[in-house]
C-alpha cells in the first residue's frame, strides 16, 4: 500500500499543477483584453505586474496552506509545467475563438448602437448646422451693430463739442 505521506505529496503536486493552468486561464484571460482594446507599452508593463503579483500571491498562499509555507521545488515545477502544457497546447485556441467570438459579438453591438443612436445624430448634426448658422449670423449683428454705435457715439461727441 501506498504511504499516506506520498498520497499528500501527490496532492500537493497536482493542486500546484493546477494550479498552473489556473494561472494560464488568467492569462488567457488578459490576453483576450490586449486582443480586443488596443495598450500602450505602459499599460502593457503595468498589467504584467499586476498579474504576475497576483500569480505570486496565488502561489503563496498555496505553499502557505498545503505545506505550511515552505518552499518545495516540485510544487514551484508543478506550477511550471501546467503553465507550460496548458500554453502549450490549448491556450492560443482558446484566445483565438474567444477574441474573434468577442469582437464579433461587439462589432454588432456596435452596428446596433449605431442603427439605435441614428437619429439622434442626424439631431445634433441640424442642431449644429443652425447654432453655426445662428452664429454667424449673430456675429455679423454684432459687427453692424458696433458700427453703427460708433456712428451714434461720433454723431453725440460733435453735437456735444459744438455747445
Not at 16 to 36: A, E, N, P, Q, W
Not at 46 to 71: K, R, T
Not at 125 to 136: D, I, L, Q, S
Amino acid at each position: 500500500m501506498i504511504n499516506d505521506d506520498i498520497i499528500a505529496e501527490l496532492y500537493f503536486l497536482l493542486h500546484s499543477f493546477v494550479l498552473g493552468i489556473l494561472t494560464m486561464i488568467l492569462y488567457d484571460t488578459l490576453r483576450i483584453f490586449r486582443k480586443i482594446v488596443k495598450h500602450s507599452v505602459v499599460a502593457l508593463a503595468i498589467e504584467d505586474l499586476i498579474y504576475w503579483l497576483i500569480c505570486g500571491i496565488c502561489i503563496f498562499l498555496m505553499l502557505y496552506q498545503e505545506n505550511n509555507g515552505s518552499i518545495r521545488w516540485f510544487a514551484i515545477a508543478g506550477v511550471a509545467c501546467g503553465m507550460l502544457i496548458y500554453n502549450g497546447t490549448i491556450s492560443s485556441y482558446i484566445t483565438d475563438i474567444i477574441s474573434k467570438i468577442l469582437k464579433f459579438i461587439l462589432k454588432i453591438f456596435g452596428r446596433i448602437l449605431k442603427v439605435m443612436f441614428k437619429p439622434i445624430s442626424i439631431l445634433l448634426h441640424f442642431v449644429k448646422k443652425f447654432t453655426n448658422f445662428a452664429g454667424n449670423k449673430g456675429k455679423k449683428l454684432a459687427v453692424f451693430n458696433k458700427k453703427q454705435l460708433k456712428k451714434t457715439l461720433k454723431t453725440v461727441k460733435i453735437i456735444l463739442s459744438r455747445h
